[in-house]
């Protein structure tokens, strides 16, 4: 018997119904009947547009004030032909027809009811009975900010900034998650390991009422484990890999020993940050930027990568759009990024906006001058002193709310502020930002401080619930489901069966002689990059969690898994055969933390009947690792 049958890709061709002639493909259809202004396209544009085009707001020149401003267009021309949505710029843009300019910015994106009720606004002439649009108020503090905690029952902070938060949204706190669901939980954010079986057995027999805290205490003591685990998220964001555009012309260079020793070592994060802003040899791969292809455009200069990867890292600014002209998305101008990007720059930059040369040579300045000045005169290495005192002053809260906003991200599945590059966004709860990044700093920028303060909150502990893309503005209502990353999944394979890989692109540092090789330390394959191992040429803040076809494929046919299961298997098999019950209860407590139901022993034995052998086996662990149950938080 063989459970993993090859699978034939199916591929499905959208049909829009009712597009006429010239409706470009994927455009959702208007929705039919007459549309009111007030109650069908009011509410949604100002949930989903005013903040940056409303109340006085007109980034890239475009403004939803009024008919007059909407049908004026922006800085690049007509955004809205009334009575003509298919031509509609604004209706391209909000469809996702350009994956590289989506709007709005901020998850969740428009649906296609919705964008097919601007469609017909659109088409009906832009029938408007309201005066203005009411704009979402928010301007994003520069300063930190201090508010004070609440008062109530709750221990942890975090949940009493979010007892009164969940009273104003009528969301009822569910029990919270059991001990087994807990251990894996816990044991897979901070080391990035599933919990051995006698790891699990002993925490379940634990009757202390503090076994939780002492748990993450455990974990977070384990320094290799979190280094080991918590190196990915640093390498995606920091463009650290062991292959790729690069490394072959020299271009590119590893920062893989100073990062691990940085997280071995729990570095306060200011110096983490202020050594990779002014970095020495040992970790000047991110901060010089990539050199490819020689200079293919003055917005893909070194001195400019290095700018927008150092402000979209640690400030949440993305001058991706500004370093070619002025942003349209938000409020970053050619002037900020070029100021910036001198900085890294020998010799002043003239400003060059869509490849044509300005005739101005740029200031060199910090984004937020308020904050301090940088001396122009000074050489490189001066200058990126300066800034790296700017970007990791105390007065700068930017600073501090950009770290603990990924930490809780990374933790909870969504971050305060949405999404992770923009921290201009309006957060769902500004005190809990603000708070969480005070208090950062205020123990001195231990992120394993901030780390614990999150997981041992009843927050941390609450059933997954994912969220309603309809409700807006967005609610919390529970930590999101979350996908293992690659290399989690590999990794928990790898301790399911007990087969390691032997060999890896980087020995560790203070590691016993024969610790096991962790799928981090291997080149990315077919497997990984099908599960989301990004490729690092440009940086990552976050990996995309959609399930796609190329790993429906990968995991029901790929010959990278099937190698690991088999190899798997032969190692399971290796002494002595094992009881059929006793693999079954085994291989269920450390893949799932739980033994199986009535019906799924039954299913399992009769895939290992008539006796254990390693094609059995092997379709037994394939079966378990496929459940979503397995692949998620």
């Not at 971050?415 to 123990?443: I, R």
């Not at 997954?464 to 489901?481: L, M, N, S």
């Not at 799932?592 to 059995?616: F, K, M, T, W, Y």
């Amino acid at each position: 018997m063989n459970l993993r049958t090859p699978i034939l890709c199916l591929f499905a061709v959208t049909a829009i119904t009712g597009a006429g002639a010239g409706e470009k493909p994927g455009l959702p259809p208007p929705n039919a009947g007459n549309i009111d202004f007030a109650t069908d396209i009011h509410p949604l544009l100002e949930a989903r547009c005013a903040s940056c085009h409303g109340g006085g707001k007109s980034r890239g020149g475009f403004s939803i004030e009024s008919r007059e401003t909407l049908l004026k267009g922006s800085e690049t021309g007509p955004v809205v032909i009334e009575g003509k949505s298919a031509e509609s710029r604004l209706i391209h843009v909000v469809a996702g027809l350009d994956p590289d300019v989506v709007m709005p910015p901020k998850e969740p994106r428009l649906t296609p009811e919705e964008v097919g009720a601007l469609r017909a606004w659109i088409d009906q002439g832009l029938p408007w009975t309201l005066t203005a649009t009411a704009a979402l108020a928010w301007t994003p503090p520069l300063e930190p900010r201090r508010p004070a905690v609440p008062e109530g029952p709750q221990d942890n902070p975090v949940d009493r900034f979010l007892d009164p938060y969940r009273a104003a949204h009528s969301v009822v706190s569910p029990p919270p998650i059991s001990d087994a669901q807990f251990a894996r939980r816990a044991h897979l954010d901070i080391v990035g390991l599933l919990p051995s079986v006698k790891e699990l057995e002993a925490f379940r027999a634990d009757t202390a009422p503090d076994k939780r805290e002492k748990l993450i205490d455990r974990l977070l003591e384990n320094r290799q484990g979190y280094a080991e685990n918590w190196i990915s998220f640093w390498n995606d964001s920091l463009r650290n890999d062991f292959q790729g555009t690069g490394y072959i012309d020299g271009g590119r260079k590893q920062i893989t020993a100073w990062l691990y020793q940085a997280l071995y070592d729990n570095l306060p994060y200011d110096q983490f940050v202020a050594q990779l802003v002014n970095p020495t040899s040992a970790n000047e791969g991110f901060v010089n930027g990539i050199v490819w292809r020689g200079t293919v455009s003055a917005a893909e200069t070194p001195a400019m990568q290095a700018a927008r990867n150092v402000s979209q890292v640690f400030l949440g600014v993305n001058l991706k759009c500004a370093s070619c002209h002025d942003s349209f998305v938000n409020e970053w101008k050619l002037a900020d990024a070029y100021g910036l990007a001198n900085v890294f720059s020998d010799t002043p930059l003239e400003m060059v906006r869509c490849d044509v040369p300005q005739g101005t040579m740029a200031d060199t300045k910090f984004l937020w001058p308020q904050l301090g000045t940088i001396d122009p005169g000074r050489p490189v290495a001066g200058k990126r002193v300066q800034l790296a005192r700017l970007i990791t002053s105390e007065t700068n809260g930017r600073f501090t709310r950009t770290l603990v906003n990924r930490l809780w991200a990374k933790l909870m599945g969504r971050g305060l502020v949405e999404p992770l590059e923009d921290m201009a966004m309006e957060p769902w709860h500004a005190d809990l930002l603000d708070w969480l990044a005070t208090d950062f700093a205020d123990h001195g920028y231990d992120l394993k401080h901030t780390l614990r303060t999150i997981v041992n909150s009843n927050a941390y502990r609450m059933p997954t619930v994912r969220a309603d893309p309809k409700e807006i503005p967005y609610v919390f209502r529970g930590p999101e489901p979350r996908r293992l990353s690659s290399e989690q999944f590999l990794d928990a394979l790898a301790s399911l069966t007990g087969t390691w890989p032997e060999a890896a692109q980087f020995n560790l540092p203070n590691a016993p002689q024969q610790q096991p090789v962790r799928a981090w330390r291997l080149n990315a394959d077919p497997l990984s990059r099908a599960l989301g191992r990004p490729n690092r040429e440009q940086l990552s803040l976050k990996r995309d969690e959609q399930p796609t076809t190329l790993q429906a494929l990968e995991i029901a046919n790929g010959a990278t898994l099937a190698s690991l299961l088999d190899r798997g298997a032969a190692r399971i098999l290796k002494d002595e055969p094992p009881h059929p019950d006793d693999l079954i209860e085994r291989i269920y407590l450390h893949a799932l933390q739980r033994l199986p139901s009535n019906e799924e022993r039954e299913v399992a034995e009769s895939i290992l009947a008539p006796h254990v052998d390693s094609e059995g086996v092997e379709d037994l662990l394939w079966a378990l690792v496929v459940l979503p149950e397995f692949q998620y938080l």
